[in-house]
């Protein structure tokens, strides 16, 4: 029984490239939810999603970046032009409702130089 | 707006030790309280969740209590062993089943 899939786990960018982050939820998982983790910071609430929804989109920022969880296939955190100050690490976790426990995945390590 | 506040930043013990890391959170309309452990370059393991209904949790060397009214939560480890080290995390649910993180507690068991 696969816990959160994430990749890559590590992903170096130029600025001005995309990134895209790729999270597969626990099987049978319906509820996807993404946090950042800055240097020296806590983790913060980016984005929640349900299938082919998005619930609550209060802690992404408001240009460049864009989540998505469609019906087939993985959930996708996508960042545009990224810049420097996007380095960080992306959590992505999954539960069954959105009242139980969030299971996270490993991460995605994001450097752009 | 929900804040979480774990404080100190960094703890060391000696093995064997028992000890409780504090979690303070400033509302009190949370669904739960998870304790989570991350260590270096690595995801999250939920190690506790208490339910707002409820006062603790327990498992094995672990035991977490909630106490909503005065917005603190603890994680009490008994005989600490240096394979708990870690940076210990805690996090309140609110609407939209949202976590609010504390930084973590870095925990140094010395053997």
């Known amino acids: 029984n696969a816990g959160v899939m994430q990749n890559p786990r590590h992903l170096v960018r130029r600025r001005g490239q995309e990134a895209r982050l790729r999270c597969s939820p626990v099987?049978?998982?319906?509820?996807v939810y993404w946090y950042r983790q800055l240097p020296e910071e806590g983790l913060k609430f980016m984005v929640y999603?349900?299938?082919?929804?998005?619930?609550?989109e209060s802690g992404m920022p408001k240009e460049r970046f864009s989540a998505e969880f469609p019906k087939e296939g993985p959930s996708i955190l996508r960042i545009q032009q990224v810049v420097r100050g996007d380095s960080a690490a992306y959590f992505c976790?999954?539960?069954?409702?959105?009242?139980?426990?969030?299971?996270f995945g490993p991460g995605t390590r994001l450097l752009v130089l | 707006k929900q804040e979480v506040t774990q404080i100190p930043a960094a703890l060391s013990v000696p093995e064997g030790e028992n000890l409780v890391l504090n979690c303070s959170f400033t509302?009190?309309?949370?669904?739960?309280l998870q304790w989570f452990r991350q260590d270096p370059g690595k995801g999250l393991t939920s190690l506790l969740l208490?339910?707002?209904?409820?006062r603790e949790q327990t498992s094995g060397r672990l035991n977490a209590s909630l106490d909503k009214s005065s917005g603190r939560s603890t994680l009490y480890i008994a005989a600490s062993q240096p394979g708990d080290s870690a940076t210990y995390l805690c996090?309140?649910?609110?609407?939209?089943?949202?976590?609010?993180f504390g930084k973590g507690i870095t925990l140094s068991v010395r053997p």
């Open positions: 976790a999954s539960s069954p409702s959105g009242a139980e426990t969030q299971y």
């Open positions: 099987k049978g998982h319906s509820h």
């Open positions: 999603l349900q299938k082919e929804n998005i619930i609550d």
């Open positions: 509302d009190s309309a949370i669904y739960n």
């Open positions: 208490i339910q707002s209904s409820q």
């Open positions: 996090a309140g649910t609110g609407a939209n089943s949202k976590l609010t």
